[in-house]
């Protein structure tokens, strides 16, 4: 389960019950404060990740008055 052919590291070698209880808490604070979180799919290709993460940090630059 390491990430793209590697061998785990110390936190995905806690199993998977654990990675998910980590998810679930990030995602609880991701409802609880949506202006400090964006959830991003990371399943896509890598590409629409990238501009997923572009998209995202131009538009909080810009909401905190830093134009990209």
């Given at each position: 389960?390491?990430?793209?052919?590697?061998?785990?590291?110390?936190?995905?070698s806690?199993g998977?019950?654990?990675?998910?209880?980590?998810?679930?808490?990030?995602?609880?604070?991701?409802k609880?404060?949506?202006?400090?979180?964006?959830i991003?799919?990371?399943?896509?290709s890598?590409?629409?990740?990238?501009?997923?993460?572009?998209t995202?940090?131009?538009?909080?630059?810009?909401?905190?008055?830093?134009?990209?």
């Amino acid at each position: 389960w390491g990430r793209r052919g590697r061998d785990p590291d110390r936190m995905e070698s806690r199993g998977q019950a654990f990675l998910q209880k980590v998810r679930d808490g990030f995602l609880s604070e991701a409802k609880l404060f949506p202006n400090a979180f964006t959830i991003i799919d990371a399943s896509q290709s890598l590409e629409l990740v990238e501009q997923a993460i572009k998209t995202t940090l131009e538009e909080k630059f810009t909401s905190w008055g830093y134009p990209i």
